[in-house]
């Protein structure tokens, strides 16, 4: 599943699973870091567009990345997150650390599912 | 009428999918939305993961969950025969973790409150810890001008 960790431009792009929990989030957290120090990204884009659950665990992954790359002047983007997701970052208190890139039409579908 | 199941598992990382997708299975009669049926797992997956990960230290014991419908009305509780919480308020404060190199969150509790009608842990050291919540569902939660 290489091809869920890439990099594109300057940005270190992943796809993330449909469920991200305590189970899935440490791989991910591994592989990340493993990409941001073998490579010259310090921009992060989380794509939750397959995402269907997401506990506190996530919140944890997505702030330990943000911890990592703000140092070094990167950002953290979430893309094509659902409403769901949005509300679990925003309870988190994590809205403010993160760029969004906004895919409504996308959401809607996916949230009336 | 009344509908109950306890359901009992190893506390492995395995099995916090497996209690999500069980009790979301068990709350389908009262018809919940998708949003409630979301809140609900968020807060089984938040207790369970716990359970594993603080309770037993990722070294394996029990958890037993719980769970009654009646009239619309889910009551849950998530025990374990772990470690315990020697001071519950300040465990269930946002941001507050024991194990900040695991990357906790320390959002666990504060997201069970928010998903939840109501929280309520009990614990005691070396013995484990019980969390019990409870949600109106369907058109239960509909009654009360709740959404």
């Known amino acids: ?3 869920e960790y890439r990099i594109i431009d300057r940005y270190l792009m992943i796809r993330l699973p449909e469920e991200i929990d305590h189970r899935s989030c440490q791989e991910i957290s591994r592989r990340a870091d493993r990409m941001l120090l073998s490579s010259e990204v310090k921009d992060v884009v989380f794509d939750f567009s397959r995402t269907v659950f997401m506990d ?21 983007y979430v893309a094509n997150a659902s409403r769901r997701i949005r509300k679990i970052l925003k309870l988190s208190g994590l809205m403010k650390y993160l760029e969004f890139m906004e895919r409504e ?9 | 009428m009344k509908n109950e199941i306890r359901l009992e598992m190893d506390a492995l990382p395995e099995n916090e999918g497996l209690a999500r997708v069980a009790v979301a299975a068990f709350i ?5 939305t998708v949003e409630e049926i979301c809140d609900v797992k968020t807060a089984v997956s938040e207790a369970v993961t716990n359970a594993v990960i ?3 230290e990722g070294k394996g014991g029990r958890i037993v969950v719980r769970c009654s419908l009646e009239e619309g009305l889910l009551h849950m509780e998530i025990e374990d025969f772990g470690r315990g919480i020697a001071d519950i308020p300040k465990a269930m404060e946002p941001l507050f973790t024991t194990r900040p190199e695991l990357e906790r969150s320390g959002m666990g509790f504060a997201f069970m409150e928010a998903f939840m009608d109501s929280l ?6 070396g013995k484990g810890t019980r969390v019990i ?3 109106k569902l369907g058109a239960a939660s509909r009654e009360d001008g709740e959404e």
């Open chain 1, 1 to 3: 599943m290489e091809e």
């Open chain 2, 120 to 125: 309520e842990v009990e614990s005691e050291p």
């Open chain 2, 54 to 56: 603080h309770a037993y």
């Open chain 2, 28 to 32: 389908t009669p009262p018809n919940p």
């Open chain 1, 105 to 113: 039409e996308n959401d809607e579908k996916r949230d009336q599912a």
């Open chain 2, 133 to 135: 919540m409870e949600k």
């Open chain 1, 56 to 76: 506190s665990s996530g919140v944890g992954v997505l702030a330990g990345r943000y911890r990592r790359v703000s140092c070094f002047g990167g950002r953290v």
